[in-house]
């Protein structure tokens, strides 16, 4: 640990009187140490200008907290935009492209991605229950509120089918997302996946449709849902033609999901489910850069909002710069909704590596130009605004030896690495500041800046509430009705420095590799996707006590996932998950192995002689009873106390004495101890069986 040292210790009245006892020491003619002596308004004096220096040398600048936090590899975090769900009801099929804005008020949200959406959305949904059907119609899903759809039933099987109806057949080669609400709200809850690639999937399932050869696969472009286990967005390309079918007595242009890998923990609930979503974020884009590879035919296609209503740009890419093309061809290609920008092929430089498009709003277009830069040191560029993404802020400043010609600059931390070749800059997006070098530190510009990306956010204040976003683009459309149906969320405004650190300490007092037994408890109960209800590592000697092989470097741990009925085993897709998951913080040459839990149950014998007048004695006593036991359904190997059991019997108000008290257990590796006392192995956890009670009244 680093001394925490301070260097403003004395005050101003022990400065003074340290130096005026050190007079007699070093001049002792001097006896007049009154105010009105000049000598003694002199140490006043540099007793001042000491204690000042001492604060002053004590203080820590902002510039240096930050660097201590780049040390530990922190940085505070920037802005984060809000985010929603936004359906969509439309009179015809319809394009939304990436950036198209939507309204809350005067608060703009855009979306995410290309979405098409559909006139007609799901009409019906069809799912199976022993053999039975159950329907949810157009009415039910568009009633706003929580459906409780179970698409594979309640005890899912490989080959169960879900079924999905609509009225027109889909589209074909386009990408259509659905949007699912899963239901969640468990007494144990699911880990969120945050790295979908290393995730082993519980189920997963194929999407169909039916053509005149029958049910054929369709392309299922993603899952963020892992087969229904979570919300999240499904997307399909369908490039067959569709042909209607009867399910239960129901035509319609079905497309049916069918469960091909099951290792679910619990039956997927679906809540709500509609392929006209769209995920927005809150932000505002005023100019946007694409970066684009050299075309042939010197034709770029462009499918974002502002690509086709904004103003245009396109810059040829070569090692000296990017040099603004003079003369561009914009035309809006409606059947496929692009804007297609066409430049002279013989501008091509031969030294020419690609293309820089930037698209503008026609006001943005016009004070895009920050500021103009001098040449000097430590220039500063107010934006005046500090409501701008950290992220897609960007700018190129003109080459002021050649014309048309402009060079690209790189967004840093800090100067402490940069070099006086290095064109960086600091964007201060709390202060709305632009920042430059020191010519030592980062080079200084000169001639003209400009900001080629800028998007506006407003952080924690897009957190808008449900049915506020309301409206698509800047009029209202009647043919299109737009709601968000929940509250939008995630919105952040950027980290102050004091909640980095806080958030540094916690994240070093988390540890980082799985060292002490609790390290591997806590790391498995974090397995993403998972639900796991307890856990606990075995020592090597309970192992070898129940005849087991223990190896010095094996960890084993009895894990208990979260399933509605007790399992003998542990499903294989638990298994890779958490083992994967250790693999990230395991000691090296340690082996890890999964025990399933070992579940004891009890049954309880008992004689109880009640007290009159206590008709529910027998409801008070089986719910003391249950309570009891359920106080050890977390507990890995626990010793069941006799003696407590019979306390708590005894104590009830209702009961006059016990008569006589047992316990019967049934399982493996159990022991008894004199007191009689139940005694679990180490991965057995004690469940109650049974209670047969005899009861008497007191005379």
């Not at 698209?359 to 500090?386: C, M, R």
């Amino acid at each position: 640990m680093l001394p925490n040292i301070s260097l403003d210790t004395d005050r101003y009245k022990e400065i003074l009187d340290g130096a005026r006892n050190m007079i007699v020491s070093q001049y002792p003619e001097w006896t007049d140490f009154n105010y009105h002596d000049p000598g003694i308004t002199m140490l006043e004096m540099f007793s001042w200008i000491k204690e000042s220096q001492q604060y002053y040398i004590d203080q820590i600048g902002e510039e240096n907290r930050k660097k201590f936090l780049k040390l530990l590899g922190v940085q505070p975090r920037a802005k984060v935009p809000a985010r929603a769900e936004v359906q969509l009801i439309a009179g015809d099929d319809f394009d939304v492209l990436k950036g198209t804005k939507f309204y809350a008020g005067e608060t703009c949200f855009e979306a995410d991605e290309r979405i098409y959406i559909l006139k007609n959305d799901i009409s019906r949904c069809v799912s199976f229950e022993e053999e039975e059907a159950r329907i949810v119609n157009r009415w039910q899903l568009n009633l706003g509120g929580k459906l409780k759809i179970l698409p594979f039933g309640r005890e899912p099987q490989v080959n169960n089918c879900f079924y999905l109806g609509f009225d027109e057949a889909l589209p074909k080669n386009i990408a259509l997302r659905a949007q699912v609400d899963v239901f969640d709200d468990y007494k144990v809850k699911r880990t969120p996946i945050v790295d979908f690639q290393a995730f082993y999937p519980l189920a997963k399932m194929v999407v169909e449709v039916n053509t005149k050869k029958g049910w054929q696969p369709v392309t299922l472009i993603s899952d963020e849902s892992n087969g229904f286990l979570c919300s999240g967005s499904i997307n399909i390309f369908i490039d067959l033609d569709m042909e209607p079918s009867m399910i239960e007595e129901l035509e319609a242009y079905y497309l049916r999901l069918r469960l091909t890998r099951n290792d679910y923990d619990v039956p997927p609930v679906i809540q709500s489910i509609s392929f006209n979503s769209i995920a927005v974020r809150q932000r505002d884009t005023q100019s946007e850069v694409m970066d684009l590879p050299l075309a042939g035919d010197g034709k770029y296609r462009a499918a974002t909002e502002l690509s086709i209503s904004g103003m245009s740009q396109i810059y040829l890419k070569a090692s000296s710069g990017y040099h603004l093309v003079p003369k561009v061809i914009k035309n809006i290609d409606y059947e496929n909704n692009c804007a297609v920008f066409e430049i002279d092929v013989n501008l091509f430089y031969d030294e020419a590596e690609g293309v820089r498009l930037v698209n503008s709003t026609s006001s943005f277009a016009n004070s895009s130009v920050a500021g103009y830069g001098t040449g000097l040191p430590l220039q500063e560029i107010d934006i005046h605004n500090k409501n701008i993404e950290y992220e897609s802020f960007e700018i190129m400043t003109e080459d002021t030896e050649v014309a048309d010609c402009y060079l690209s600059w790189v967004k840093v931390s800090d100067f402490s690495t940069s070099t006086p070749e290095d064109r960086h800059y600091v964007f201060d997006s709390a202060a709305g500041i632009l920042k430059f070098g020191d010519c030592k530190k980062g080079m200084a510009p000169e001639g003209t800046i400009l900001i080629i990306g800028y998007v506006r956010t407003l952080g924690i204040g897009g957190n808008v509430k449900q049915n506020t976003i309301n409206r698509i683009g800047q009029e209202d459309i009647p043919e299109i009705k737009v709601i968000n149906k929940a509250n939008a969320v995630g919105g952040e405004d950027e980290e102050t420095l004091d909640d980095c650190f806080k958030r540094a300490r916690r994240m070093l007092k988390k540890p980082r590799s799985a060292v002490t037994y609790a390290d591997y408890e806590n790391y498995v109960l974090q397995t993403p996707g998972l639900m796991i209800e307890s856990c606990k590592v075995i020592p090597a000697n309970l192992i070898r006590k129940q005849g087991h092989v223990a190896a010095d470097m094996k960890i084993s741990i009895v894990v208990k996932p979260f399933y509605p009925e007790r399992a003998e085993t542990i499903s294989d897709a638990y298994v890779r998950n958490i083992k994967s998951y250790l693999d990230n913080f395991r000691l090296l040459g340690t082996s890890i192995e999964l025990i399933a839990p070992e579940y004891v149950g009890v049954t309880v014998y008992a004689d109880i002689t009640v007290k009159p007048h206590y008709q529910n004695a027998q409801t008070l006593i089986e719910e003391a009873v249950k309570y009891f036991f359920f106080g050890y359904k977390d507990q890995f190997g626990a010793e069941v106390i006799y003696s407590e059991l019979y306390g708590i019997i005894d104590r009830l108000d209702c009961v006059s004495y016990v008569a006589d008290l047992s316990m019967e257990a049934k399982g493996n590796g159990i022991s008894r101890t004199k007191e009689g006392n139940i005694v679990l192995p180490a991965n057995g956890v004690v469940l109650l069986s049974d209670t047969q009670f005899m009861f008497s009244v007191e005379h």
